[in-house]
Structures are given as C-alpha cells and as structure tokens.
C-alpha cells in the first residue's frame, strides 16, 4: 500500500518541487549587491533579451488562449445546431439502444456476423449522414480551421517557453518575464490556489515592487498595467 501511495503522490511533488526551483533559480542572481547598477546599466544599453523572449511567448501565449476560447465557442454552436456525428444501433434480442461515433465502433460490435450487416450498413448510412451535416456547418463557420490554428499556437508557444527558459535574463524586467511565464503555465497544469502558485505570485509582485522603486516608469511583465493587457483577446493572423 505504501509502495502504492509513493507511486501516485511523488509526480506532482516533483513537478511542484521543480516549479518552486526554477522560480527560485531565476530569482536569485539579480538580487545580489550589484542588482541596482546592473539594471541601470541595462536599461540604458542593449534590451534584455530574456524580456524580448517573455514578449514573444506573451503573445503567442494570449493568441493561443483566444484561439481555445473561440474554437469552443463554435463548438458549441456545431453541437446547438447539429450535435456530435453520431447513430445507434439496436442489436437483435435487446431492448436497449447503443450509441456509436464512429464507423470503426459499429464494426467491433457487428464484426462479420451475417444477421447484423443490414443493421450496421443502416448505422453507418446515418452516420455519414450526419458527419455530412457537421462537415457542412463546420466550413461555414471554420471550427476545425480555428482548432487547427490552435493547435498550432500551442506548439508555438511551447518552442518560445523553452527559448525563454534558455535566455539568459539580464535586467528585473526579465527576471520578471521568466516568472510571469512560469506562473501562467502553471496555473494551467496546477489548481493555481496550490503550491507553488501563490508563492510563485508573491514573488513576482516584491520583484515588481522592488524595480518600480528602482524605475517608477519602467514597464515590468506580470504588473498591473500588463495583466490588464493580457485580458484583451489576441486574434493576429
């Protein structure tokens, strides 16, 4: 049983653990004693390139979410109006309806029995039908295109959240990026009122409250001003 419990429990705890050290991990080299002029001397020269990859991923990151949004509102209409490609079937002898979505489903259940190939020829008839119908109002309305879109985003996004991790940050601003990014995955995968989301939160705001008294007027990801930006849908082509 205990064998049982440490197989289950020990995946999130390492996933969590490894979320809680890569938010440290990028913590803690700017914060040393030269943090203030390291930053000035940032500011003032080349830009970070941890924060133009943040800028990057951000978004790719808001147009992927636009995408999942608007891909389920459509499907949802599909469903309103035609409902999922499906059929059913009565076999001989039984009193109760099964309910198949695929052509590959009839086939395990009919098989090759010679009784069942007008019933399953009538199944499949009234499937394709309706997969027709679907078919018909998803390129009108462009669902599998959007879904596609999406798909695609996401494996964008996933390419920049890993060129992100990879680049060096040189200025708070980017040190901010990389936790802004590490909060907004996590909170996918994590319930985000679970460790280490609100620990990752806490330190991102004293990270933004720190370089604000450096640099009032500097633009820091994961502040007011950029959560408010990121509530607004991205839908570029």
Same mark, same amino acid.
Not at 109 to 119: I, K, Q, R, Y
Not at 201 to 209: C, K, N, P, T
């Given at each position: 049983?205990?064998?049982?419990?440490?197989?289950?429990?020990? $995946?999130?705890?390492?996933?969590? +653990?490894?979320?809680?050290?890569?938010?440290?991990?990028?913590?803690?080299?700017?914060?040393?004693?030269?943090?203030? /002029?390291? @930053?000035?001397?940032? !500011?003032?020269? !080349?830009?970070? $390139?941890?924060?133009?990859?943040?800028?990057?991923? +951000?978004? @790719?990151?808001?147009?992927?979410?636009?995408?999942?949004?608007?891909?389920?509102?459509?499907?949802?209409?599909?469903?309103?109006?035609? =409902?999922?490609?499906?059929?059913?079937?009565?076999? $001989?002898?039984? !009193?109760?309806?099964?309910?198949?979505?695929? $052509?590959? #489903?009839?086939?395990?259940?009919? =098989?090759?029995?010679?009784?069942?190939?007008?019933?399953?020829?009538?199944? +499949?008839?009234?499937?394709?039908?309706?997969?027709?119908?679907? #078919?018909?109002?998803?390129?009108?309305?462009?669902?599998?295109? %959007?879904?596609?879109? @999406?798909?695609?985003?996401?494996?964008?996004?996933?390419?920049?959240?890993?060129?992100? %991790?990879?680049?060096?940050?040189?200025?708070?601003? =980017?040190?901010?990026?990389?936790? #802004?990014?590490?909060?907004?995955?996590?909170?996918?995968?994590? /319930?985000?009122?679970?460790?280490?989301?609100?620990?990752?939160?806490?330190?991102?705001?004293?990270?933004?409250?720190?370089?604000?008294?450096?640099?009032? #007027?500097?633009?820091?990801?994961? !502040? /007011?001003?950029?959560?408010?930006?990121?509530?607004?849908?991205?839908? =570029? %082509?």
């Amino acid at each position: 049983m205990a064998d049982s419990e440490i197989s289950t429990t020990l $995946p999130v705890v390492t996933r969590r +653990k490894m979320l809680a050290g890569a938010a440290l991990a990028t913590l803690a080299w700017p914060l040393q004693a030269k943090a203030q /002029d390291t @930053e000035r001397q940032c !500011s003032h020269n !080349s830009p970070d $390139p941890a924060l133009l990859a943040w800028q990057a991923w +951000k978004t @790719e990151a808001l147009r992927t979410e636009a995408l999942c949004h608007k891909q389920q509102i459509l499907e949802t209409k599909l469903v309103r109006e035609i =409902g999922f490609p499906r059929t059913t079937l009565r076999l $001989p002898g039984s !009193s109760e309806a099964l309910e198949f979505f695929s $052509p590959e #489903d009839i086939e395990a259940v009919c =098989g090759s029995t010679p009784e069942m190939a007008d019933l399953c020829a009538k199944a +499949k008839t009234e499937l394709a039908a309706h997969q027709a119908r679907w #078919d018909v109002v998803d390129a009108q309305i462009g669902y599998s295109a %959007t879904k596609q879109a @999406e798909v695609e985003a996401g494996e964008r996004e996933q390419e920049l959240i890993e060129a992100l %991790t990879a680049t060096p940050a040189t200025s708070l601003a =980017g040190v901010a990026g990389k936790l #802004d990014m590490i909060f907004h995955e996590g909170a996918i995968w994590e /319930d985000d009122t679970e460790f280490p989301q609100p620990q990752i939160r806490s330190a991102l705001r004293d990270l933004i409250r720190i370089a604000h008294t450096l640099q009032p #007027d500097f633009f820091m990801p994961g !502040s /007011d001003r950029e959560n408010a930006r990121a509530r607004r849908p991205v839908l =570029g %082509t």
